[in-house]
């Protein structure tokens, strides 16, 4: 629900830092102190700002106030944001020169009044009880320094963006059960980070001092977050019923070399954080994983590591401000090295129309994807055949317009397993058919069940026991070629 503009302007303010040199902010924002304030980071959002807004209006929980750090837009972010100003929670600060992600959170930090922060991106849409949730964790333990928000696709609401993440040896950062679907995620309670939209946290967890790095633009600075709280001997906690959905990829539109950016933050973060006698070990992975990097991957991570080796001197200032807090996080560290995390299904390239759904469906890469819902993988040819690789749980909609007696399916395999097939109406959780059946061998093979259903919408769920893991990483499942209700 927008407000009306109370026409009030934004004055000048004098900045502590470079960050937060050339910021503007209203001259009075809320009477009230607020037990939290919450940090929207905005940039060219004026499609999505308001829907963010509304959406942290509308929380059960009360005592909080919004601050929108604008980081140098240049579209109307600015007047769909001032036309919330009435409504006694806002406030808006402004800077005019891009700081980057860190640098707005730093913005941010400066100008935030609550005694617990909370920092969500101007594509997050939280739900109603998305603070009351939060802070009943963050509440329950002294030693929880931050909470992870539950994330959703925006435009996939049943499948998982984040819950929290980790980065494995190498240094690569990945979130939990990305691209999971809710209903079969196992999401953990402790976690070495929060995903950045989401974020609730203890002012008095960080200290007096203590800002996001700047020089990255973009990227890891909610594990560099994460690493410093668990260093200081806070915990990183996944608040189960904190939930918000996320329009993913947003404000990747104004951001280029976006492997580059990725590449010269993880190296910066590794050479700040790890500990030193892991470090070696590190470097000699690195050697290696250049090696093996492809011809444009190799050309990026030089111009990361050049970038790197620059600003080594100041990478070498925050070793020394972490080296003073020397709580364990390691354990949290996923043991694997090179790449992180594995390829998963792209469930956002499927445009689901039911209007466009058969009762037989050719896993062809061009017409399957109107049905297709959630755990496959891009299509693949086997001796003219086309089909998809699922991963360890699938599903399919399908609209039937008369009677169906029967579904079959094409399948393969790569290991003997035992598949599981449910069928039931959309969205509801009851099966209404529920099979078992072994997988046996790589061949082709067509297997039929009986299956009486009224016409209807409807999902078929594929679920196998287990999963084989790829040299590509992928984690698969069944390979369907066919499925077929007459």
């Known amino acids: 629900m927008s407000s009306a ?14 960050d937060q040199a050339c910021g503007q902010g209203p001259q009075a924002g809320p009477a009230k102190v607020p037990r939290v304030s919450v940090i929207v980071l905005n940039r060219n959002g004026e499609r999505i700002i308001g829907k963010c807004l509304d959406h942290l209006l509308a929380q059960t929980f009360d005592d909080f106030d919004i601050l929108l750090v604008d980081d140098n837009s240049a579209d109307g972010s600015i007047v769909v944001a001032e036309s919330y100003l009435g409504c006694g929670k806002l406030s808006i600060v402004r800077s005019h020169r891009n700081l980057g992600v860190p640098g707005a959170r730093n913005l941010g930090l400066v100008h935030a009044k609550g005694e617990i922060l909370a920092f969500i991106d101007n594509d997050g849409y939280a739900h109603k009880e998305w603070l009351a949730a939060a802070l009943r964790t963050l509440e329950s333990d ?20 984040a819950c929290g993440g980790t980065i494995n040896q190498q240094g690569y950062g990945g979130d939990f059960c990305y691209h999971i679907p809710y209903e079969f995620a196992d999401i953990p309670r402790e976690v070495l980070f929060p995903m950045g939209c989401g974020i609730v946290l203890r002012r008095k967890a960080l200290s007096q001092t203590w800002q996001f790095d700047s020089r990255p633009i973009k990227w890891y600075e909610d594990v560099e977050l994460g690493i410093w709280l668990w260093a200081c001997g806070y915990k990183v906690v996944v608040a189960q019923d904190a939930w918000i959905d996320h329009g993913w990829g947003f404000s990747d539109a104004f951001l280029p070399d976006r492997a580059y950016m990725c590449e010269r933050a993880r190296i910066r973060n590794v050479l700040k954080y790890y500990p030193a006698r892991r470090l070696m070990s590190w470097l000699s992975h690195e050697v290696s994983h250049f090696a093996h990097a492809a011809g444009t991957m190799r050309s990026v991570l030089i111009k990361a590591w050049l970038w790197n080796l620059h600003h080594l001197p100041s990478a070498w200032r925050w070793r020394l401000r972490i080296r003073r807090h020397k709580a364990p996080f390691w354990h949290l560290i996923d043991s694997t090295w090179g790449y992180f995390p594995g390829p998963v299904p792209d469930d956002a390239a499927n445009y689901l129309d039911l209007k466009q759904a058969h009762s037989t469906l050719l896993m062809d890469g061009r017409n399957d994807m109107h049905q297709l819902n959630f755990g496959w993988y891009e299509a693949e040819t086997d001796a003219g055949r086309t089909f998809r690789w699922s991963a360890r749980q699938a599903s399919v909609l399908f609209r039937f317009h008369v009677p169906v007696l029967n579904c079959t399916i094409a399948f393969a395999g790569s290991k003997d397993r035992e598949v599981r097939l449910i069928m039931r109406p959309l969205g509801s959780l009851k099966p209404l058919a529920d099979e078992c059946f072994r997988l046996i061998g790589t061949q082709w093979t067509w297997r039929t069940f009986l299956i009486h259903l009224p016409p209807g919408d409807y999902e078929l769920l594929l679920l196998c026991e287990d999963q084989m893991i790829e040299k590509t990483g992928r984690k698969l499942g069944v390979a369907v070629s066919e499925i077929r209700f007459e």
């Open 5 to 18: 503009s109370s026409g009030a302007p934004a004055y000048d303010i004098s900045a502590a830092t470079p």
């Open 142 to 161: 002294d030693k929880i320094g931050a909470i992870a928000s539950v994330v959703f696709f925006a435009n996939r609401k049943t499948i998982l963006n």
